[in-house]
C-alpha cells in the first residue's frame, strides 16, 4: 500500500420518483399511470484500486490511506497527453497531479525526510506526482536519462532525477534500448501552496550515444498549465 500513496470516502446514492396523482373525478374517467422506477446512479469519491492494491486518482478531493494511517488526497490534476521529441525518443506526459500527504507515519516519515531537510516533517507534505510514457523508436540503445527538472510557477527548481521519491522497478538506468517503451511516474516534493501551483516547466535530457557519448538530441524544455 506504501506504494500505491506514493504513485494517492463516501457512498452517496441519489435516488428519485415522480408520482402522479389523480383526484377521485378523474380517476373514475382516466386510467391510471403507474409509477416507473427513477433512474438510480451511485456517485463515489472513492479512487480507483486494481488487483495489487495501486491506487489511481482521477478526481480532487479523492482520498486513501495505508495501513499506519498516512493519508494521500489528491490537491491538483491536469491530464495532458502531448508529446516531446527528444530523438529518437517520443515522450508523452500522460498528466500532472499535486498530492497531499497528512497523517504521516513513521515508516513514511523516516523515508520522506530522506528528500527534505533532515529536521521533522510538516503536517501536511506535497509533492507533485507526473506520469509519462517514453519509447525508443530506433533499434539502436541511446542514452537517456528523462525528466530532468521541475520548475514551477511558484519559483522552485526541483530535481527530478535525484529527489524522485517513487521507486520503479524497471526505472531508467542511462541506456534506452531499441525498440522499447517505458510506462514511467515521477514524484518530487513541493513547499507550494497547491492552490498557487498554476504551470510546470519540465527540463528534459539530451539523447546520446551510449559509446561516445555525443548528443544526438540536445536538452529540451517544455511547459504545461494545470
Same mark, same amino acid.
Given at each position: ?11 452517496? !446514492? ?15 374517467? +382516466? ?23 495501486? !491506487? ?36 508523452? !506526459? ?15 516519515? +523516516? ?24 519509447? =525508443? ?30 521507486? +520503479?522497478? =524497471? ?16 514524484? !518530487? ?38
Amino acid at each position: 500500500m506504501k506504494k500505491s500513496i506514493l504513485t494517492a470516502l463516501g457512498l452517496v !446514492v441519489l435516488a428519485g420518483g415522480i408520482l402522479t396523482a389523480c383526484s377521485e373525478e378523474k380517476a373514475s374517467t +382516466e386510467k391510471k399511470e403507474e409509477a416507473t422506477p427513477a433512474e438510480q446512479k451511485d456517485v463515489s469519491n472513492k479512487p480507483k484500486e486494481d488487483e495489487n492494491g495501486n !491506487v489511481t486518482f482521477t478526481e480532487v478531493g479523492q482520498t486513501t490511506k495505508d495501513d499506519d494511517g498516512t493519508k494521500a488526497e489528491l490537491m491538483k490534476i491536469k491530464t495532458v497527453n502531448q508529446t516531446v521529441d527528444i530523438a529518437p525518443v517520443k515522450l508523452t !506526459v500522460k498528466d500532472m497531479k499535486v498530492i497531499q500527504l497528512t497523517n504521516i507515519g513513521s515508516d513514511w516519515e +523516516e523515508l520522506l525526510i530522506q528528500y527534505t531537510d533532515g529536521k521533522k516533517l510538516p503536517k501536511e507534505l506535497n509533492y507533485i506526482q507526473i506520469q509519462y510514457t517514453a519509447e =525508443n523508436l530506433e533499434e539502436k540503445n541511446i542514452g537517456w536519462n528523462g525528466i530532468e527538472k521541475i520548475v514551477t510557477n511558484t519559483g522552485e527548481q526541483l530535481d527530478a532525477s535525484n529527489g524522485d521519491i517513487i521507486w +520503479e522497478e =524497471n526505472g531508467f538506468d542511462g541506456t534506452f534500448y531499441g525498440k522499447t517503451k517505458h510506462e514511467g511516474i515521477i514524484g !518530487v516534493l513541493t513547499k507550494s501552496n497547491p492552490k498557487d501551483l498554476n504551470s510546470l516547466k519540465f527540463i528534459i535530457t539530451s539523447s546520446f550515444d551510449p559509446d561516445s557519448y555525443e548528443d544526438i538530441t540536445t536538452p529540451q524544455q517544455t511547459e504545461f498549465k494545470f
